[in-house]
Protein backbone atom coordinates (compact mmCIF):
# COMPACT_ATOMS: atom_id res chain seq x y z
CA UNK A 1 0.00 0.00 0.00
CA UNK A 2 1.50 4.06 -1.11
CA UNK A 3 2.82 5.24 2.38
CA UNK A 4 0.41 7.97 3.15
CA UNK A 5 3.69 10.37 4.51
CA UNK A 6 5.40 9.84 1.10
CA UNK A 7 2.63 10.32 -1.19
CA UNK A 8 1.42 13.59 1.10
CA UNK A 9 5.02 14.84 0.10
CA UNK A 10 4.82 14.15 -3.42
CA UNK A 11 1.54 16.37 -3.46
CA UNK A 12 1.59 19.92 -4.60
CA UNK A 13 -0.75 21.15 -2.37
CA UNK A 14 -0.73 24.67 -3.69
CA UNK A 15 -1.44 22.97 -6.81
CA UNK A 16 -4.63 21.64 -4.96
CA UNK A 17 -6.33 24.13 -3.32
CA UNK A 18 -5.95 26.24 -6.76
CA UNK A 19 -8.25 23.97 -8.21
CA UNK A 20 -10.85 23.31 -5.18
CA UNK A 21 -11.00 26.86 -3.91
CA UNK A 22 -13.77 29.04 -5.60
CA UNK A 23 -11.33 31.68 -6.12
CA UNK A 24 -7.54 32.45 -7.38
CA UNK A 25 -5.33 32.77 -4.53
CA UNK A 26 -4.17 35.99 -3.75
CA UNK A 27 -0.62 36.92 -2.96
CA UNK A 28 1.75 34.34 -3.89
CA UNK A 29 4.36 31.73 -2.83
CA UNK A 30 4.09 31.58 1.26
CA UNK A 31 2.14 34.53 1.22
CA UNK A 32 -0.83 33.05 -0.37
CA UNK A 33 -4.34 32.66 0.88
CA UNK A 34 -7.10 31.01 -0.95
CA UNK A 35 -10.87 31.65 -0.33
CA UNK A 36 -12.50 28.01 2.09
CA UNK A 37 -12.93 24.99 0.23
CA UNK A 38 -15.65 23.44 1.94
CA UNK A 39 -18.96 24.49 0.57
CA UNK A 40 -20.49 24.86 3.78
CA UNK A 41 -18.59 27.57 4.59
CA UNK A 42 -18.62 31.15 2.39
CA UNK A 43 -16.21 33.06 3.94
CA UNK A 44 -15.78 37.12 2.63
CA UNK A 45 -12.13 37.21 2.60
CA UNK A 46 -9.34 34.89 1.91
CA UNK A 47 -8.44 32.46 4.86
CA UNK A 48 -6.94 29.64 4.13
CA UNK A 49 -2.93 29.41 4.43
CA UNK A 50 0.05 26.84 3.79
CA UNK A 51 2.63 25.69 5.62
CA UNK A 52 4.81 22.64 6.10
CA UNK A 53 5.61 20.73 9.19
CA UNK A 54 8.51 19.15 10.92
CA UNK A 55 7.70 16.01 8.78
CA UNK A 56 7.86 18.15 5.08
CA UNK A 57 4.61 17.45 4.94
CA UNK A 58 2.57 20.54 3.32
CA UNK A 59 -1.05 21.24 5.46
CA UNK A 60 -3.16 24.12 5.43
CA UNK A 61 -5.83 26.07 7.63
CA UNK A 62 -9.01 27.70 7.47
CA UNK A 63 -8.82 30.57 9.64
CA UNK A 64 -12.04 31.46 9.59
CA UNK A 65 -13.37 28.23 10.24
CA UNK A 66 -11.20 26.37 12.45
CA UNK A 67 -10.45 23.64 10.73
CA UNK A 68 -7.43 22.01 8.14
CA UNK A 69 -5.21 18.91 7.56
CA UNK A 70 -3.24 17.58 4.73
CA UNK A 71 -4.22 17.35 0.96
CA UNK A 72 -6.42 14.13 1.67
CA UNK A 73 -8.49 16.63 3.97
CA UNK A 74 -8.81 18.81 1.41
CA UNK A 75 -10.40 16.47 -0.82
CA UNK A 76 -12.66 14.97 1.67
CA UNK A 77 -13.74 19.09 2.83
CA UNK A 78 -14.19 19.45 -0.94
CA UNK A 79 -15.76 16.93 -2.57
CA UNK A 80 -16.84 14.63 0.30
CA UNK A 81 -16.13 10.97 -0.36
CA UNK A 82 -13.65 8.36 2.04
CA UNK A 83 -9.92 8.30 2.91
CA UNK A 84 -9.00 5.80 0.34
CA UNK A 85 -10.81 7.81 -2.77
CA UNK A 86 -8.62 11.03 -1.45
CA UNK A 87 -5.61 8.70 -1.49
CA UNK A 88 -6.09 7.22 -5.12
CA UNK A 89 -6.86 10.35 -6.06
CA UNK A 90 -3.26 11.65 -4.69
CA UNK A 91 -1.70 8.97 -6.24
CA UNK A 92 -3.07 9.52 -9.77
CA UNK A 93 -2.32 12.96 -9.86
CA UNK A 94 1.75 12.60 -8.14
CA UNK A 95 1.83 9.82 -10.72
CA UNK A 96 1.90 6.90 -7.78
CA UNK A 97 1.31 3.39 -8.86
CA UNK A 98 -1.61 1.96 -7.12
CA UNK A 99 -1.84 -1.51 -5.31
CA UNK A 100 -5.15 -1.10 -4.01
CA UNK A 101 -6.48 -3.62 -5.86
CA UNK A 102 -4.22 -5.89 -4.28
CA UNK A 103 -4.68 -4.66 -1.00
CA UNK A 104 -8.50 -5.37 -1.42
CA UNK A 105 -8.09 -9.16 -2.59
CA UNK A 106 -6.03 -9.81 0.83
CA UNK A 107 -8.48 -7.30 3.06
CA UNK A 108 -10.01 -10.20 4.45
CA UNK A 109 -6.88 -11.21 6.28
CA UNK A 110 -6.63 -10.00 10.04
CA UNK A 111 -3.54 -7.79 10.28
CA UNK A 112 -1.62 -7.64 13.35
CA UNK A 113 -1.22 -4.65 15.40
CA UNK A 114 1.88 -2.54 14.07
CA UNK A 115 4.70 -3.28 15.93
CA UNK A 116 6.10 -0.92 18.54
CA UNK A 117 9.90 -0.72 16.92
CA UNK A 118 10.58 2.39 19.17
CA UNK A 119 10.60 2.15 22.65
CA UNK A 120 9.07 4.43 24.89
CA UNK A 121 11.71 6.89 25.93
CA UNK A 122 12.84 7.86 29.56
CA UNK A 123 12.77 11.63 28.33
CA UNK A 124 8.83 11.21 27.54
CA UNK A 125 7.70 9.41 30.14
CA UNK A 126 9.61 12.28 32.64
CA UNK A 127 7.98 15.09 30.57
CA UNK A 128 4.50 13.41 31.02
CA UNK A 129 5.20 13.07 34.90
CA UNK A 130 6.22 16.52 35.06
CA UNK A 131 3.06 17.65 33.24
CA UNK A 132 0.78 15.78 35.22
CA UNK A 133 1.94 17.18 38.63
CA UNK A 134 2.00 21.17 36.85
CA UNK A 135 -1.74 20.86 36.40
CA UNK A 136 -2.81 21.02 40.16
CA UNK A 137 -0.34 23.68 40.48
CA UNK A 138 -0.57 27.51 40.11
CA UNK A 139 1.96 27.34 36.83
CA UNK A 140 -0.99 24.76 35.33
CA UNK A 141 -3.73 26.72 36.68
CA UNK A 142 -4.50 28.15 33.23
CA UNK A 143 -4.44 25.18 31.31
CA UNK A 144 -6.57 23.53 34.08
CA UNK A 145 -9.35 26.48 33.98
CA UNK A 146 -8.90 25.22 30.18
CA UNK A 147 -9.39 22.00 29.95
CA UNK A 148 -12.45 22.07 33.19
CA UNK A 149 -13.93 25.15 32.24
CA UNK A 150 -13.56 25.58 28.66
CA UNK A 151 -13.88 22.01 27.76
CA UNK A 152 -15.84 20.73 30.14
CA UNK A 153 -13.75 17.98 31.13
CA UNK A 154 -14.24 16.48 34.55
CA UNK A 155 -10.91 16.26 37.35
CA UNK A 156 -10.95 13.26 37.95
CA UNK A 157 -11.31 12.04 34.65
CA UNK A 158 -8.25 14.50 34.10
CA UNK A 159 -6.47 12.87 36.97
CA UNK A 160 -6.95 8.95 35.89
CA UNK A 161 -5.81 9.64 32.52
CA UNK A 162 -2.24 11.86 33.54
CA UNK A 163 -3.11 14.82 32.01
CA UNK A 164 -1.15 17.05 32.40
CA UNK A 165 0.28 21.12 32.15
CA UNK A 166 2.94 22.42 29.93
CA UNK A 167 3.27 26.22 30.89
CA UNK A 168 6.07 26.23 28.19
CA UNK A 169 10.17 26.00 28.02
CA UNK A 170 10.77 29.13 30.39
CA UNK A 171 8.81 27.20 33.10
CA UNK A 172 9.42 23.78 32.51
CA UNK A 173 12.59 22.38 30.44
CA UNK A 174 12.44 19.21 28.56
CA UNK A 175 14.90 16.91 26.45
CA UNK A 176 15.16 17.12 22.45
CA UNK A 177 11.98 16.35 20.46
CA UNK A 178 9.76 16.78 22.95
CA UNK A 179 7.06 19.39 21.90
CA UNK A 180 8.82 22.84 22.27
CA UNK A 181 6.16 25.63 22.87
CA UNK A 182 3.07 26.35 25.47
CA UNK A 183 1.73 26.70 27.30
CA UNK A 184 -0.62 23.34 26.05
CA UNK A 185 -2.74 20.87 27.95
CA UNK A 186 -0.45 17.36 27.94
CA UNK A 187 -2.75 14.74 26.83
CA UNK A 188 -0.91 10.83 27.05
CA UNK A 189 -1.73 8.01 25.19
CA UNK A 190 -2.09 4.99 27.00
CA UNK A 191 -2.51 1.20 26.43
CA UNK A 192 -4.53 -1.28 27.51
CA UNK A 193 -2.87 -1.57 30.48
CA UNK A 194 -3.50 1.60 31.12
CA UNK A 195 0.59 2.48 30.56
CA UNK A 196 2.06 5.64 28.66
CA UNK A 197 2.90 4.66 24.76
CA UNK A 198 2.87 8.49 23.51
CA UNK A 199 1.78 11.57 24.34
CA UNK A 200 0.49 14.97 22.39
CA UNK A 201 0.56 18.88 23.30
CA UNK A 202 -2.90 21.03 22.69
CA UNK A 203 -1.36 24.25 22.60
CA UNK A 204 -4.24 26.60 23.71
CA UNK A 205 -2.83 29.66 21.81
CA UNK A 206 -1.29 28.20 18.76
CA UNK A 207 0.93 30.06 16.16
CA UNK A 208 -0.48 31.31 13.50
CA UNK A 209 1.59 28.95 11.03
CA UNK A 210 2.19 25.88 13.28
CA UNK A 211 -0.88 23.46 14.22
CA UNK A 212 -2.90 23.30 17.17
CA UNK A 213 -1.11 19.75 17.87
CA UNK A 214 2.04 18.80 18.50
CA UNK A 215 3.95 15.64 18.31
CA UNK A 216 7.31 14.78 19.52
CA UNK A 217 10.08 12.94 17.79
CA UNK A 218 9.41 9.21 16.52
CA UNK A 219 12.41 8.40 17.79
CA UNK A 220 11.27 9.06 21.18
CA UNK A 221 8.34 7.07 20.72
CA UNK A 222 5.89 5.32 18.19
CA UNK A 223 2.88 6.99 16.82
CA UNK A 224 0.22 4.37 18.15
CA UNK A 225 -2.67 5.85 16.62
CA UNK A 226 -4.90 4.62 19.37
CA UNK A 227 -4.85 5.23 22.98
CA UNK A 228 -7.23 3.98 25.65
CA UNK A 229 -8.62 5.80 28.48
CA UNK A 230 -8.19 4.68 31.97
CA UNK A 231 -11.76 4.99 33.88
CA UNK A 232 -12.75 7.00 36.60
CA UNK A 233 -16.35 5.97 36.23
CA UNK A 234 -18.51 2.95 36.43
CA UNK A 235 -21.78 3.72 33.66
CA UNK A 236 -22.15 2.51 30.74
CA UNK A 237 -19.18 -0.13 30.56
CA UNK A 238 -21.16 -1.97 28.07
CA UNK A 239 -20.60 0.65 25.15
CA UNK A 240 -16.96 1.17 23.84
CA UNK A 241 -16.95 4.82 22.39
CA UNK A 242 -14.03 5.34 19.25
CA UNK A 243 -13.37 8.86 19.05
CA UNK A 244 -11.64 11.62 17.15
CA UNK A 245 -9.28 12.12 19.47
CA UNK A 246 -8.12 12.38 23.43
CA UNK A 247 -10.39 15.31 23.92
CA UNK A 248 -13.76 13.90 22.93
CA UNK A 249 -12.41 10.31 24.38
CA UNK A 250 -12.19 12.28 27.75
CA UNK A 251 -15.50 13.42 27.29
CA UNK A 252 -17.29 10.31 26.70
CA UNK A 253 -15.32 9.05 29.92
CA UNK A 254 -16.55 11.97 31.89
CA UNK A 255 -20.15 10.25 31.29
CA UNK A 256 -19.16 7.22 32.35
CA UNK A 257 -18.44 5.62 28.93
CA UNK A 258 -15.54 3.43 27.99
CA UNK A 259 -13.70 5.40 25.41
CA UNK A 260 -10.87 4.95 23.23
CA UNK A 261 -9.11 7.76 20.82
CA UNK A 262 -8.45 7.47 17.00
CA UNK A 263 -5.41 10.29 17.25
CA UNK A 264 -6.54 11.29 13.42
CA UNK A 265 -9.26 10.47 11.38
CA UNK A 266 -6.80 9.48 8.37
CA UNK A 267 -5.19 7.00 10.34
CA UNK A 268 -8.32 4.53 10.60
CA UNK A 269 -7.17 0.92 8.79
CA UNK A 270 -7.36 -2.81 9.13
CA UNK A 271 -4.81 -2.48 11.78
CA UNK A 272 -6.68 -0.03 14.07
CA UNK A 273 -9.67 -1.89 13.58
CA UNK A 274 -8.20 -4.96 14.89
CA UNK A 275 -6.64 -3.16 17.74
CA UNK A 276 -10.28 -1.53 18.60
CA UNK A 277 -11.57 -5.42 18.04
CA UNK A 278 -9.02 -6.56 21.04
CA UNK A 279 -9.78 -3.96 23.47
CA UNK A 280 -13.73 -4.07 22.90
CA UNK A 281 -13.50 -7.46 24.73
CA UNK A 282 -17.40 -8.82 23.82
CA UNK A 283 -18.40 -4.63 24.05
CA UNK A 284 -20.69 -2.98 21.43
CA UNK A 285 -18.47 -0.42 19.39
CA UNK A 286 -19.70 2.82 18.89
CA UNK A 287 -18.34 5.29 16.25
CA UNK A 288 -18.39 8.64 17.46
CA UNK A 289 -16.49 10.74 15.03
CA UNK A 290 -16.71 14.77 14.27
CA UNK A 291 -19.42 15.79 12.39
CA UNK A 292 -17.49 16.87 9.08
CA UNK A 293 -16.59 15.56 5.65
CA UNK A 294 -13.31 13.71 7.07
CA UNK A 295 -15.17 12.56 10.01
CA UNK A 296 -18.05 11.07 8.04
CA UNK A 297 -15.55 9.36 5.72
CA UNK A 298 -13.59 7.87 8.45
CA UNK A 299 -16.30 6.24 9.92
CA UNK A 300 -17.40 4.84 7.03
CA UNK A 301 -13.71 3.54 6.98
CA UNK A 302 -13.78 2.22 10.18
CA UNK A 303 -17.56 0.46 10.02
CA UNK A 304 -15.92 -1.33 6.93
CA UNK A 305 -12.88 -2.35 8.26
CA UNK A 306 -14.96 -3.52 11.27
CA UNK A 307 -17.58 -5.16 9.61
CA UNK A 308 -14.21 -7.13 7.81
CA UNK A 309 -13.00 -8.22 11.07
CA UNK A 310 -16.54 -9.75 12.06
CA UNK A 311 -17.49 -7.30 14.52
CA UNK A 312 -20.44 -5.21 13.81
CA UNK A 313 -20.74 -1.41 15.26
CA UNK A 314 -23.38 1.63 15.55
CA UNK A 315 -22.87 5.05 14.81
CA UNK A 316 -23.48 8.31 17.18
CA UNK A 317 -23.24 11.39 14.95
CA UNK A 318 -22.56 14.49 16.30
CA UNK A 319 -24.65 17.48 14.35
CA UNK A 320 -22.69 19.11 11.07
CA UNK A 321 -20.04 21.27 12.21
CA UNK A 322 -19.84 19.60 15.64
CA UNK A 323 -17.46 17.06 17.64
CA UNK A 324 -18.72 15.19 20.91
CA UNK A 325 -17.11 17.56 23.06
CA UNK A 326 -18.76 20.31 22.00
CA UNK A 327 -22.19 18.73 21.76
CA UNK A 328 -21.79 17.64 25.51
CA UNK A 329 -20.94 20.83 26.65
CA UNK A 330 -24.35 22.07 25.25
CA UNK A 331 -26.13 18.77 26.18
CA UNK A 332 -24.97 17.28 29.18
CA UNK A 333 -26.77 13.90 28.75
CA UNK A 334 -26.31 14.08 25.10
CA UNK A 335 -23.90 10.42 25.05
CA UNK A 336 -27.11 9.06 27.63
CA UNK A 337 -29.98 9.86 25.22
CA UNK A 338 -27.95 8.68 22.19
CA UNK A 339 -26.97 5.69 23.83
CA UNK A 340 -30.15 4.69 26.40
CA UNK A 341 -27.97 4.35 29.13
CA UNK A 342 -27.82 6.75 32.28
CA UNK A 343 -25.22 9.17 32.60
CA UNK A 344 -24.38 11.14 35.85
CA UNK A 345 -25.95 14.57 34.78
CA UNK A 346 -26.02 16.56 38.01
CA UNK A 347 -22.45 15.54 38.37
CA UNK A 348 -21.04 15.88 34.83
CA UNK A 349 -23.03 20.04 34.99
CA UNK A 350 -20.83 20.49 38.41
CA UNK A 351 -17.37 19.40 36.32
CA UNK A 352 -18.70 22.01 33.94
CA UNK A 353 -18.67 24.85 36.30
CA UNK A 354 -15.39 23.40 38.31
CA UNK A 355 -11.92 25.19 38.16
CA UNK A 356 -10.37 22.74 40.36
CA UNK A 357 -9.99 19.81 42.92
Known amino acids: MTDRDDLLRRTDLAALLDELSPSPPTKLGQNARWRCIDPGHDDQHPSISMFTDRRGIQRWRCWSGGHGGTAIDALLVSRGGTVAEAMAELEQRAG ?42 PAGRPILDYLVQERGLAPDVLEANHVGADPGP ?18 PTLDLHGDVTYVQARYLEPAEDRPKYDNPA ?67 VVIAFDGDHAGQAATESLSAALATAG ?5 LSPPTGTDLNSVVRQECDWIGRQLEVPVDVPSLRHDLARSGR
Open 170 to 187: HVLRRAAGLPRGGPAAVL
Open 311 to 315: YGSRV
Open 218 to 284: SRLAANPRIGWCSPARQRGREYLLVCEGAIDALTAEGAGISAVAVLGATYVDERVAARIVEGAAGRT
Open 96 to 137: VPSDRDRDRAVRSVPLPPPAQDVPVSPELLKYVRACERLLWR
